[in-house]
């Protein structure tokens, strides 16, 4: 595909919401507050932090940059710049898209479940659920089922069309409405007692609380919620203009994603903390977290929450349609420019094969007994939470590692300088690079070492 064929974003802020469209997700939404009560607040949050600047911001920058310059998808992108040793970098992150996409969709079909819920209570009145119920509601093969097909061909129908117009419009109107509602969520939960019991919970790290385990899944979580390591972000900023700042669109991403992943966090927790019999509920199933602990703050304490709660839903259900459209772009773009398909068979055919794995992750949850138990790593019970595990904390940390390689050493200085728009190295160009020839691999490299040879950190 030629630069001069190509659709471009509109302006920045149309790259800017739709990768952070792409970003923020269940990443946010779902996995973040639930990881971060599995590993017990502070120490998480700040590794998290940490890597977000460390890692996130200069490899988003070198994502871009492989994107942009090429305008090309992943495969291609690495092709063309490093040759065919380079391409599996680009199949790599195909692979880690597919694995993403195949629960991603499950979690997403909860959300579908969850607005049903509250409309139903918008009209006929709440009723707190028993403990339990959320657990019922995975156990349900069935559902899982439908509810995942639905969110497939949501997605399916928007690759289809095409990202263009369709993707920069709707995030331009979804991004900000879920911000809005998001901050109105936070000013609410803080007029509630448990409030400071949550942000000291979030804020005060403890690193004696941190299992080994949670620094790579902070780290992980960190490529996860910023789309980095596969791939997406060469893909949408191959339509990034080239007169557009690679450095402040990446800023306006991670900055974004990382206040909405906080607010999320805060309002969540504070809502655990203030309603009694909460954590009850959450015990068994934190990884239903956001679909258990909101609705209890919208019938209960929030003014206008019968209103909300449904609205929240489509908000959550859009959040996660604007992540797996990137996702469907990365696997199905494969296919368009590589094997030459057109876009409605390689969409049909990556829908396909990602949703026999979505069936599997969606059964895993209690319907299947066998596909209940799978384990590969501990403490990781069953399809979905080993395929999230092997995805996020694995594939896309991997997948980071040799971006940044290929970016700081492959194309080095002269050419990140020229597609940087630099005509000499600044300080902050300097930082930025060996960020990424160094600073950024190591990290990656030295904690996939010390969890593999089973070092403890704490
Ligand atoms: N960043 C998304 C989220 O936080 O929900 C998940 C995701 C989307 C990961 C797209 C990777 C990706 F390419």
């Avoid at 120490?43 to 994107?67: K, W």
């Avoid at 876009?343 to 979505?358: E, M, Q």
């Avoid at 000499?424 to 600073?439: D, E």
Wanted: aromatic letters at 12%.
């Amino acid at each position: 595909m030629t630069h001069s064929g190509r659709d471009n974003w509109g302006s920045r802020i149309g790259f800017v919401l739709a990768a952070a469209g792409s970003a923020v997700g269940l990443g946010n939404l779902w996995k973040f507050p639930y990881l971060t009560w599995d590993n017990n607040g502070g120490a998480f949050v700040l590794v998290y932090l940490l890597a977000v600047v460390i890692i996130g911001l200069p490899l988003m920058m070198s994502e871009i940059l492989v994107g942009r310059s090429t305008q090309l998808s992943p495969v291609p992108a690495f092709t063309k710049l490093g040759g065919r040793r380079w391409s599996g970098v680009g199949w790599l992150g195909v692979a880690s898209g597919a694995v993403i996409q195949s629960y991603y969709m499950v979690i997403a079909g909860w959300s579908l479940r969850s607005f049903v819920q509250c409309l139903g209570w918008s009209i006929k009145g709440y009723v707190t659920p028993a403990d339990g119920d959320f657990d019922a509601f995975l156990s349900n093969g069935s559902l899982q089922i439908g509810l995942t097909l639905l969110f497939t061909l949501f997605t399916a129908i928007i690759v289809y069309r095409g990202i263009g117009g369709g993707i920069e419009k709707a995030t331009k109107v979804l991004m900000p409405a879920l911000l809005a509602i998001l901050l109105y969520l936070v000013f609410t939960t803080f007029t509630m007692e448990g409030r400071n019991e949550a942000l000291a919970k979030i804020f005060i790290p403890d690193f004696s609380k941190l299992p080994r385990e949670g620094f790579l899944e902070a780290v992980g979580q960190a490529f996860f919620s910023l789309s980095l390591g596969l791939g997406a972000m060469i893909a949408y900023g191959s339509y990034l203009g080239k007169k557009e700042s690679i450095f402040k669109s990446a800023l306006w991403v991670v900055v974004l994603d990382t206040i909405v992943a906080l607010l999320c966090c805060i309002a969540m927790f504070t809502i655990i903390y203030s309603v009694p019999g909460l954590q009850n509920r959450i015990s068994g199933s934190t990884i239903g977290m956001l679909f258990i602990t909101l609705p209890d703050l919208f019938y209960t304490k929030m003014p206008g929450g019968i209103l909300l709660g449904p609205l929240f839903f489509v908000l959550v259900a859009f959040a996660a349609l604007s992540s797996t459209i990137s996702l469907g772009e990365v696997t199905t773009s494969l296919l368009i420019d590589q094997k030459g398909w057109r876009r409605s068979h390689a969409t049909l055919a990556t829908t396909s094969v990602v949703f026999i794995g979505s069936i599997l992750a969606a059964l895993s949850l209690g319907a299947s007994g066998i596909l209940s138990s799978f384990s590969l790593f501990e403490g990781k019970e069953g399809v979905l939470s080993t395929l999230d595990h092997l995805a996020a904390n694995w594939m896309l940390p991997t997948g980071g590692f040799l971006i940044t390689l290929f970016v700081g050493w492959k194309l080095g200085r002269k050419f990140c300088m020229d597609e940087l728009g630099l005509e000499k190295p600044n300080l902050a160009f300097t930082v930025w690079l060996w960020i990424v020839r160094v600073v950024a691999p190591a990290a990656v490299l030295i904690l996939l070492i010390n969890v593999i040879m089973g070092k403890d950190f704490s």
